[in-house]
Antibody, heavy 115, light 108 residues
Framework: QVQLQQWGAGLLKPSETLSLTCAVY????????WSWIRQPPGKGLEWIGE???????NYSPSLKSRVAISVDTSKNHFSLKLNSVTAADTAVYYC?????????WGQGTLVTVSS | SSELTQDPAVSVALGRTVWITCQGD??????PTWYQQKAGQAPVLVIF???HRPSGIPDRFSGSSSGNTASLTITGTQAEDEADYFC???????????FGGGTKLTVL
């Protein structure tokens, strides 16, 4: 059974870059879409973007100018960077494998943006 | 359109059947996936594809879709089904993923 474990800084100042990593244990990287999703406190889920094992990416149009998702298959992990953060980026961030067909999720990381 | 629309809240009496709907143009091309999320927990996938349940999901959960509207049906609703439910699918372009706003299910 695949497990996703994520980590990264939980407190950022405005204009800084959010950086999160999701490690994959017990599963293959090939043949899946690897996604990042976020959920502001008390609100719904928002798709941030996805990447394949070959590095092909798709991003949310609303975040595309600030986001980058990368993959390192040698380390079995993929990463999210979101630059120029503001308070509106405060949310629980999740990584997931096969969001639409399997739904294996990380534990979530609360990222707070505050001066 | 890249939006999926859900009713914000639905209530159902214990043991009855409830339908949670999701509307959007992309549903004419893609089946939605349904997630259940309980407070403080990561979402759990309950239905994907035409009407597939992952292992461990009770068979009281089922999905259907017609035109631009999809439904998650819970038959014989249990108290533990009280949660937020989200639909999600690819948008009409196929290049992006979009979530519905979520439906808060209350079991009376």
């Amino acid at each position: 059974q695949v497990q996703l474990q994520q980590w990264g800084a939980g407190l950022l100042k405005p204009s800084e870059t959010l950086s999160l990593t999701c490690a994959v244990y017990g599963g293959s990287f090939s043949g899946y879409y690897w996604s990042w999703i976020r959920q502001p406190p008390g609100k719904g889920l928002e798709w941030i973007g996805e990447i394949t094992h070959t590095g092909s990416t798709n991003y949310s149009p609303s975040l595309k100018s600030r986001v980058a998702i990368s993959v390192d298959t040698s380390k079995n992990h993929f990463s999210l960077k979101l630059n120029s953060v503001t308070a509106a980026d405060t949310a629980v961030y999740y990584c997931a494998r096969a969001l639409l067909t399997e739904g294996s999720w990380g534990q979530g990381t609360l990222v707070t943006v505050s001066s | 359109s890249s939006e999926l629309t859900q009713d914000p809240a639905v209530s159902v009496a214990l043991g009855r059947t409830v339908w949670i709907t999701c509307q959007g143009d992309s549903l004419r091309s893609y089946y939605p996936t349904w997630y259940q999320q309980k407070a403080g927990q990561a979402p759990v996938l309950v239905i994907f594809g035409q009407n597939h349940r992952p292992s461990g999901i009770p068979d009281r959960f089922s999905g259907s879709s017609s035109g631009n509207t999809a439904s998650l049906t819970i038959t014989g609703t249990q108290a533990e089904d009280e949660a937020d439910y989200f639909c999600v699918s690819r948008d009409s372009s196929g290049d992006h993923v979009v979530f519905g706003g979520g439906t808060k299910l209350t079991v009376l």
